[in-house]
């Protein structure tokens, strides 16, 4: 009932490496553009990668480009966020959220999102 569970997160030292995954229930998958976003405490909700539907354009956030790859299986209806060369700044948690049409660029604003999972906690520790 729940659209989106992520999982993955955890604790890790900077320059580390996580892997998120974020499965979609009740929906069809394979019809959305997916993107992930992650909110740090006293901070807003920011954009982090997105992924069109079938994984042919992807886009990131200047902050995470060269460290982090979003990446989608349809057959699975499972979206990943592989993070590398983790920094304390992206301590956060961490939310992945489903759009169902739109250019590649509106993804970064959350607003244009249907759907949106709980979140998981990625903390990097220095």
């Known amino acids: 009932q729940v659209p989106l569970v992520e999982s993955g997160g955890g604790l890790v030292q900077a320059g580390g490496s996580l892997r998120l995954s974020c499965a979609a229930f009740?929906?069809?998958?394979?019809?959305?553009?997916m993107g992930w976003f992650r909110q740090a405490p006293e901070k807003e909700r920011e954009f982090v990668a997105a992924?069109?539907?079938?994984?042919?354009?992807?886009y990131f956030a200047d902050s995470v480009k060269g460290r982090f790859t979003i990446s989608r299986d349809n057959a699975k209806n499972t979206v990943y966020l592989q993070m590398n060369n983790l920094q304390p700044e992206d301590t956060a948690v961490y939310y992945c959220a489903a759009a169902g049409r739109g250019g590649i660029a509106t993804m970064r604003y959350s607003n244009y999102y249907q759907y949106w999972g709980q979140g998981t906690q990625v903390t990097v520790s220095s």
């Open positions: 009740g929906f069809t998958f394979s019809d959305y553009g």
């Open positions: 992924i069109s539907w079938n994984g042919g354009a992807t």
